[in-house]
T-cell receptor
Framework: GEDVEQSLFLSVREGDSSVINCTYT??????LYWYKQEPGAGLQLLTY?????DMKQDQRLTVLLNKKDKHLSLRIADTQTGDSAIYFC??????FGAGTTVTVRA | NAGVTQTPKFQVLKTGQSMTLQCAQD?????MYWYRQDPGMGLRLIYY???????DKGEVPNGYNVSRLNKREFSLRLESAAPSQTSVYFC?????????????FGAGSRLTVL
């Protein structure tokens, strides 16, 4: 929905870091989420962050939250071919961004 | 662990035909949702049911009806299909209690309206 905006495409070399950005409008969102969709499948939760946190790290994933600018980012370290997918940002009102298609090239 | 099951996976309809998409979850979740996914537009919420016995409109409810049959099942009906309803439909569920509202999605139903 228009409440959440993401860039549509990202191409990254295998082994590099990927950074996917998202902006949202609902300042009252208590949680913000990242979901991953592989081809032909439904979305699966990757991670989420509580709004009183600035950063959350989970293995290769790092989420950064800037509440002042309503900006959320997902960093994937050491990107692998299995990370090729569509990544969706979502906020608490169940609004999803359009999704960022990440393509990992050898 | 079936999670969220949607049927059918694929369907082709002619304009004006009706059909129902079925969804069932086995996680004892309170809340259930129907989304549609279109290229470049992400997921848009059609209807949701916060708890058994309640349903509410989402962002794009026109042309659809829903039924929360019981706690497990939430169906989506197209009474008179239109080509604009060609899309991939996802059902999802969540515990619906306080805290992070994590959605579990089905595999999707691809609908084509000719």
């Amino acid at each position: 929905g228009e409440d959440v905006e993401q860039s549509l495409f990202l191409s990254v070399r295998e082994g590099d870091s990927s950074v996917i950005n998202c902006t949202y409008t609902d300042s009252s969102s208590t949680y913000l989420y990242w979901y991953k969709q592989e081809p032909g499948a439904g979305l699966q939760l990757l991670t989420y962050i509580f709004s009183n946190m600035d950063m959350k790290q989970d293995q290769r994933l790092t989420v950064l939250l800037n509440k002042k600018d309503k900006h959320l980012s997902l960093r994937i370290a050491d990107t692998q071919t299995g990370d090729s997918a569509i990544y969706f940002c979502a906020e608490n009102k169940l609004s999803f961004g359009a999704g960022t298609t990440v393509t990992v090239r050898a | 662990n079936a999670g969220v099951t949607q049927t059918p996976k694929f369907q082709v309809l002619k304009t004006g035909q009706s059909m129902t998409l079925q969804c069932a979850q086995d996680m004892n979740h309170n809340s259930m949702y129907w989304y549609r996914q279109d290229p470049g537009m992400g997921l848009r919420l059609i209807y949701y049911s916060a708890s058994e016995g309640t349903t509410d409109k989402g962002e794009v409810p026109n042309g659809y009806n829903v039924s929360r049959l019981n706690k497990r099942e939430f169906s989506l009906r197209l009474e008179s299909a239109a080509p604009s309803q060609t899309s991939v439909y996802f059902c999802a569920s969540s515990a619906g209690d306080s805290g992070a509202n994590v959605l579990t999605f089905g595999a999707g139903s691809r609908l084509t309206v000719l």
